[in-house]
């Protein structure tokens, strides 16, 4: 009996001890996270200006199913992701498997250059994207001097234009992280496959389809999973590029939660309103990704 | 287990810590007597030419009376003075906020009705009646004063006397144009020098805020609050001259501040129709000195009411409701609330013209400016500041211009000119409630 008692104190004090050893972390993320996380889904259900927030249930989510400029703003940011992902995925992986050669000079010099960009600050390259795209900007004296084009391109103020500036700025500055999963995954594929492959008569492409890709897999479905939801959460790029213009042409879903929140007149509800609908979009999209891409169990 | 207990009592001390903002409202309502002692006063603004500036010729002059007031003035850009002011005051802590606060006109409303009691009431310390009159619709609510009125944005027509002459015109030529006769020179200048008339930001519609704003019309019925989009006459009048200018290849696009400046300093272009606030930027390339004039603006040619003044930005002071408002009020009274002689040197070492009225007798005033051919051209502005109609700017200047830049692009894309108008009204009435 004595015995008994002391083994469930024991217990106790051992899963106390554990407990409290994660204790701080619990507390931390559930104060940075999960609690303004609930305040935000409280918060979208409420409507008012600034500080004078009252509880209106449903009406903004009501607002947001007639909102015009959450559309535009859902269009184009689906606009980025359905061009850029792809290319950016397939420019990193084509990229990674050339660095990957053995026989390759200056490996160490391409993977540094290609991967600087994303170290950059987001607002820095911005910038830089924003001048080298103007209308007297670098490109388009380049483009003139090598008579490529005869009338300057309006980069930034068409409507047209604007978006694919904003697909280059992105693809510049995220290919090199992708490349880089690539790159590690690459390097745990067994070389002696395709010693294999090759001793069968596989040529490289054959090889770079059945092989290469297959054994990516997982990395590919990491990696366009993060990319998906880095897209949906553009922001810095075209608030300093474009600042979503012209005419909303290339406004993102998050820029257009800053212009609730602190261009118009403060309406923090409904700006939490329009983010509560890009979690559910992401939610969904890596739900649909996981089924396609990922390995059913 | 001691361990344990600290670990819990420290993890119980950092979250009162991350809660205790919500109880930091009463500071806010309050501001009561014990706060009035605090000497000491932090100011916001944002550019450093101007209003910084200002401030330091403020601060100057009334440290000469009050050596035991400090005052700090604090620089930042205006988009991150809105949003820590939304952040403090929406979170409910007041803490790290200023006593002093320099706001846009088109913005005020939207601060003073969206946290009401988180600024103070200054009817008694400044006189309204001592300012322009279009100053006072955007800084009282309630019929309470609560801003004391700065910076005029009072706007002219700069223009490069040499391009013009160029094209056949003279000065006088300009001195009652209507935008359709801009339009007309715009073609004679590019014809002759090349040059574009103007140059505009697609996704700022500043020009068609001064064009509506002439003939005492905004985005918003006089109520501040029901969107007058659809029916409007002088905005549907500004949109289609927009179209005119832009077909007539007259326009150079920019796409920010900073190339708006250069575009003006390079001599691309004949004409800028803008608020005075950029009479220093025009100034900063000497080498253009005397090529420049200053023209009162062209008016809406068929609009009955337009008048050839208007008003671009502009900015008030406002103090909140925090401790230190007393001193904080007092400052503002003695200087730019009262301050005659103040306006004189403002206007000598920054350039700033504000809207005192007693202010615009002054020598300061009556100064030719070599840079603008010799040309009174304070005088002017001062003038024009009178005859600029008062309108209410509501709240949302910003939530529906962005409506606006919509739709006039897909005017310019061919829509018809009442359907863009209709559609941006139903819009704006689904958002502003």
């Keep these: 009996m004595k015995a008994d008692r002391q083994g469930m104190s024991i217990r106790v004090k051992n899963a106390f001890t554990g407990w409290s050893f994660i204790l701080i972390a619990v507390l931390m993320i559930a104060a940075f996270y999960f609690y303004p996380m609930i305040q935000a889904l409280i918060l979208s259900f409420k409507t008012g200006r600034g500080a004078n927030l009252s509880f209106t249930g449903w009406s903004n989510y009501e607002r947001l199913l007639t909102d015009k400029t959450f559309f535009t703003a859902l269009k184009n940011t689906f606009i980025y992701l359905i061009i850029q992902v792809p290319i950016m995925i397939i420019l990193a992986l084509f990229i990674s498997v050339l660095l990957n050669d053995s026989k390759l000079k200056f490996r160490g010099f391409f993977r540094t250059a290609i991967f600087l960009p994303c170290v950059t600050s987001l607002v820095a390259y911005s910038v830089v994207f924003k001048y080298l795209f103007g209308t007297n900007g670098l490109i388009n004296t380049m483009l003139m001097k090598l008579s490529i084009i005869g009338t300057p391109i309006e980069w930034i103020t068409d409507p047209f234009w604007a978006k694919i500036t904003i697909i280059i700025a992105i693809t510049w500055r995220w290919t090199g992280y992708n490349m880089i999963f690539y790159l590690s995954a690459l390097q745990n594929i067994d070389n002696s496959i395709y010693e294999a492959a090759r001793i069968d008569g596989a040529s490289s492409f054959k090889q770079f389809f059945k092989i290469t890709i297959p054994m990516l897999k997982p990395i590919i479905l990491f990696t366009s999973i993060t990319s998906t939801i880095g897209t949906l959460q553009l922001f810095d790029e075209v608030l300093n590029i474009t600042k979503g213009g012209p005419g909303n042409a290339t406004l993102s879903i998050s820029q257009y939660i800053y212009n609730l929140s602190f261009k118009y007149t403060a309406d923090f509800g409904y700006a939490a309103t329009v983010s509560y609908s890009i979690v559910l979009i992401i939610v969904a999209l890596s739900l649909i990704q996981f089924r396609v891409a990922g390995d059913r169990k | 287990m001691k361990k344990v207990m600290v670990l819990l009592l420290a993890c119980m001390v950092l979250l009162t810590a991350c809660s205790s903002g919500s109880n930091n409202k009463e500071q806010t309502a309050s501001g009561g007597e014990g706060d009035s002692k605090t000497k000491e006063i932090t100011i916001w603004a944002w550019d450093p030419k101007f209003n910084i500036a200002a401030l330091n010729i403020a601060k100057e002059a009334y440290n000469a009376k009050h050596p035991d007031v400090k005052v700090n003035i604090v620089e930042f850009a205006q988009a991150d003075i809105i949003q820590k002011m939304n952040t403090g005051l929406n979170s409910g802590t007041t803490k790290g906020l200023p006593n002093i606060?320099?706001?846009?006109?088109?913005?005020?409303?939207?601060?003073?009705?969206?946290?009401?009691?988180?600024?103070?009431?200054?009817?008694?310390?400044?006189?309204?009646?001592?300012?322009?009159?279009?100053?006072?619709?955007?800084?009282?609510?309630?019929?309470?004063?609560?801003?004391?009125?700065?910076?005029?944005?009072?706007?002219?027509?700069?223009?490069?006397?040499?391009?013009?002459?160029?094209?056949?015109?003279?000065?006088?030529?300009?001195?009652?144009?209507?935008?359709?006769?801009?339009?007309?020179?715009?073609?004679?200048?590019?014809?002759?020098?090349?040059?574009?008339?103007?140059?505009?930001?697609?996704?700022?519609?500043?020009?068609?805020?001064?064009?509506?704003?002439?003939?005492?019309?905004?985005?918003?019925?006089?109520?501040?609050?029901?969107?007058?989009?659809?029916?409007?006459?002088?905005?549907?009048e500004a949109f289609s001259l927009y179209k005119e200018m832009m077909e007539a290849n007259i326009v150079k696009a920019n796409a920010d501040w900073s190339q708006f400046i250069a575009s003006i300093n390079n001599g691309d272009v004949a004409t800028v129709p803008t608020g005075n606030w950029i009479t220093p930027s025009v100034k900063a390339e000497s080498s253009q000195s005397g090529k420049w004039a200053i023209m009162p603006m062209p008016k809406l040619p068929t609009t009955p009411n337009s008048v050839h003044a208007t008003n671009l930005g502009g900015s008030s002071w406002y103090v909140m409701n925090i401790p230190g408002s007393d001193t904080a009020a007092d400052f503002l009274a003695e200087t730019f609330g009262s301050d005659a002689d103040l306006y004189q040197k403002l206007l000598t070492d920054v350039g700033a013209i504000g809207t005192l009225k007693s202010a615009s007798q002054g020598e300061a005033y009556s100064k030719p400016d070599e840079f603008f051919g010799g040309e009174k051209t304070v005088s002017n502005f001062a003038k024009w500041t009178a005859e600029i109609p008062k309108v209410n700017y509501g709240i949302s200047t910003y939530a529906i211009e962005d409506i606006l830049v919509v739709e006039m692009q897909n005017f310019l894309n061919g829509k018809s000119l009442d359907q863009a108008l209709n559609d941006a009204q139903a819009q704006a009435e689904a958002q502003i409630k």
Excluded: C, H
Excluded at chain 2, 143 to 170: M, N, T, W
Excluded at chain 2, 171 to 183: A, E, G, H, N, S
């Design chain 2, 101 to 236: 606060v320099l706001i846009e006109d088109y913005r005020a409303q939207g601060f003073l009705q969206a946290y009401p009691d988180s600024f103070s009431d200054l009817t008694g310390k400044i006189k309204p009646a001592d300012f322009a009159e279009y100053k006072i619709g955007p800084t009282s609510y309630n019929g309470k004063q609560y801003g004391v009125p700065f910076d005029s944005g009072v706007a002219g027509l700069y223009v490069r006397k040499d391009y013009i002459e160029q094209a056949g015109y003279k000065l006088d030529d300009l001195k009652d144009m209507d935008w359709k006769q801009y339009i007309e020179m715009g073609k004679k200048v590019k014809e002759k020098t090349g040059k574009d008339i103007i140059t505009l930001d697609p996704n700022d519609l500043g020009i068609l805020r001064m064009m509506i704003q002439s003939a005492g019309s905004w985005y918003l019925k006089e109520d501040g609050k029901t969107p007058d989009l659809a029916g409007n006459a002088a905005l549907k």
